[in-house]
């Protein structure tokens, strides 16, 4: 049984930082993904298994750096210049495709999820 779990989330203010932790349970495809209150989740970012290839949202691109240290079986998702409109629980997801996926139904493991909240 694969457990992901995620870590990291909590309260900053716009134009701050939060850097976001998931426990990984190999070297698997590893995304983030992000619903907000009343919305759809939606994609955020997907790193491959080295690390060597990386795809963002446009919503957050130049803003957040996903990132994954093997050694530690951990993915990282370091957000800068938060938004008001980044406030959403985040979630790690585990894909055992060998293309980057960027739709949840790429996906076979989940977490259970981190708020961050962004005040204006």
């Known amino acids: 049984q694969v457990q992901l779990k995620e870590s990291g989330g909590g309260w900053v203010q716009a134009g701050g930082s939060l850097r976001l932790s998931c426990e990984a349970s190999g070297r698997y495809n590893m995304g983030w993904f992000r619903q907000a209150p009343g919305k759809e989740r939606e994609f955020v970012a997907v790193?491959?298994?080295?690390?060597?290839?990386?795809s963002y949202a446009d919503s957050v691109k130049g803003r957040f750096i996903i990132s994954r240290d093997n050694a530690k079986h951990t993915v990282y998702l370091q957000m800068n210049s938060l938004k008001p409109e980044d406030t959403a629980v985040y979630y790690c997801?585990?894909?055992?495709?060998?293309?980057?996926?960027?739709?949840?139904?790429?996906?076979?493991?989940w977490g259970q999820g981190t708020q961050v909240t962004v005040s204006s």
């Open positions: 790193i491959n298994w080295n690390g060597a290839d990386t």
């Open positions: 997801a585990e894909s055992r495709s060998w293309a980057l996926r960027t739709a949840e139904s790429g996906y076979d493991y």
